[in-house]
């Protein structure tokens, strides 16, 4: 079996050491070289083309955001993996880092080598994995963000109508993503409009230190503001929500209020925060009158909560194969049935909008 070829690329010695053992800790992965600063790493990177890079993000001579800015100039796709810090200035180079082509991040292992190496490596391991054994059609790293769209119907096939009428009428969008995420989240979310009449609330596997840096980001590219969700806080249409990293994100309904429920509990399908837990939250406080969206991510998390909300009217939508960075979550839900429709990246946003203004569900 051929291994997959990584390239570590940081300045600490110690990193580059403890990143190598960890990749190795896996018999389908080569650490082939280290790198202890971008200029190296940019030599290596063209001389050895690597299936994957880690890489840190403060270095001297040439900083990690410099290495991805060089690698897009000469236009060579590597798949990187930001290694960051979880510091507040750390996480705001990572989010960076994404709006520059890493495909990933995942918090440095730092203190005692036995206890980081459990506590990270298994993610840095699956990540690398998965990435690196991706298509090289299944990645566009040059996709820029797109314009905010108004909130106007478009025209549309009068039996896609009537396949649709059974539906629910939407209180809330809900959306369900990992592996990918942060860069597909970049694309989608600048689609939304200002007048955007539902709140939306997100579930993105990522490192709970990274989750206010990463609603900041997004914010700044979006005419919607984007918060780290609070419990009780009341749910306002036209703001998007974002679970915290270590905790569950759902909802509870009283009267008309929508309200978020941010709580401490056990995994739910491996993960914490997880979309299986928010879809399941949304039936029960709405039942199916919701728009359940499942992205790009590995393994099944939110596939059979999705399949829960469309058997109860509501609409739900699956991101297709060929934009996925990682094609696991969504084929689970296809899988199951569980997806009214299933598109690409740039068109989810669209049909959403469609599908409000055109109002093909009971009212």
């Known amino acids: 079996m051929t291994k997959l070829r990584a390239l570590v690329i940081d300045d600490s010695s110690l990193m580059r050491k403890l990143i190598s053992q960890i990749l190795s800790r896996d018999g389908s992965i080569e650490v082939i070289d280290t790198a202890h600063n971008g200029e ?3 030599a290596k990177i063209r001389d050895l083309k690597p299936d994957i890079v880690t890489l840190d993000i403060e ?3 040439m900083t990690g955001l410099e290495l991805l800015a060089a690698l897009r100039a000469a236009k060579i796709k590597a798949r990187v993996i930001v290694v960051s810090a979880l510091t507040k200035a750390g996480s705001r180079m990572a989010m960076k880092a994404l709006d520059l082509g890493a495909m990933d991040i995942v918090h440095k292992p730092s203190g005692s080598i036995s206890v980081d190496i459990e506590r990270v490596g298994d993610e840095l391991i699956e990540k690398v994995k998965a990435i690196a054994s ?3 059609r299944e990645i566009n790293l040059d996709v820029s963000p797109l314009p905010p769209m108004s909130l106007e119907p478009t025209a549309v096939q009068p039996s896609a109508d009537a396949a649709l009428m059974k539906k629910k009428r939407p209180l809330l969008l809900a959306i369900g993503i990992s592996t990918g995420g942060p860069r597909a989240l970049r694309i989608i979310f600048p689609q939304l409009p200002k007048n955007f009449p539902l709140p939306v609330l997100l579930v993105q596997h990522i490192p709970d230190d990274f989750v206010e840096s990463f609603a900041e980001s997004l914010g700044e590219q979006c005419v919607l503001p984007v918060t780290k969700a609070v419990d009780g806080e009341e749910l306002k249409p036209g703001h998007i929500y974002i679970a915290p ?3 569950h994100l759902g909802i509870s309904q009283k009267r ?3 309200s978020a429920n941010v709580t401490e509990t056990t995994p739910v399908s491996g993960h914490v ?4 837990y928010l879809f399941d939250s949304v039936l029960n406080a709405v039942s199916g009158n919701a728009i ?3 992205m790009t991510g590995m393994g099944s998390d939110g596939a059979k909560g999705l399949h829960r909300l469309r058997q109860n009217g509501a609409y739900t939508i ?3 194969q060929a934009t996925c960075t990682v094609f696991g979550m969504p084929r689970v839900a296809i899988g199951l049935n569980a997806a009214d429709k299933i598109l690409p990246l740039n068109a989810i946003i669209p049909d959403i909008i469609d599908y409000l203004a055109r109002k093909p569900y009971e009212s």
């Open 134 to 136: 991706l298509k090289d």
């Open 245 to 247: 990293g270590n905790r």
């Open 273 to 276: 925060p997880s979309a299986d």
């Open 59 to 61: 270095m001297p001579v």
């Open 40 to 42: 190296a790493g940019l």
């Open 318 to 320: 699956a991101q297709d």
């Open 256 to 258: 008309t209020v929508l």
């Open 292 to 294: 359940g969206v499942i």
